[in-house]
């Protein structure tokens, strides 16, 4: 069985930064692309970010120059830095992994609240 947890959200103000962290763990063989979603209330969940395994990275127009998606493949965590948050950043945010273990498959981690007020 996968597990994705994350942490690190929390209430922070406009201009302000935060990391997230999401750690992937159970029986990996391999991890292919990570990433983050983000869910505002009353709106579709959006993608934020992706992270290749060698490196390549993607980012919604929204949030290029302001956030930073790395990865540790050793410990099997995504990480995202967010500087200069804006009201409008705030969402539940949830990493995903495309990891395989007997099979390929699509794993998510819980949310974290990322609230910008204030």
């Known amino acids: 069985q996968v597990q994705l947890v994350e942490s690190g959200g929390d209430l922070v103000q406009p201009g302000g930064s935060l990391r997230l962290s999401c750690a992937a763990s159970?029986?990996?063989?391999?991890?292919?692309?990570m990433g983050w979603y983000r869910q505002a209330p009353g709106k579709q969940r959006e993608l934020v970010t992706t992270?290749?395994?060698?490196?390549?990275?993607n980012y919604a127009d929204s949030v290029k120059g302001r956030f930073t998606i790395s990865r540790d493949n050793a410990k099997n965590t995504v990480y995202l830095q967010m500087n200069s948050l804006k009201p409008e950043d705030t969402a539940v945010y949830y990493c995903y992994a495309e990891i395989y273990t007997n099979y390929m498959g699509r794993y998510w981690g819980q949310g974290t609240q990322v609230t910008v007020s204030s």
């Open positions: 159970g029986s990996i063989l391999s991890i292919y692309t």
């Open positions: 992270i290749t395994r060698g490196g390549s990275t």
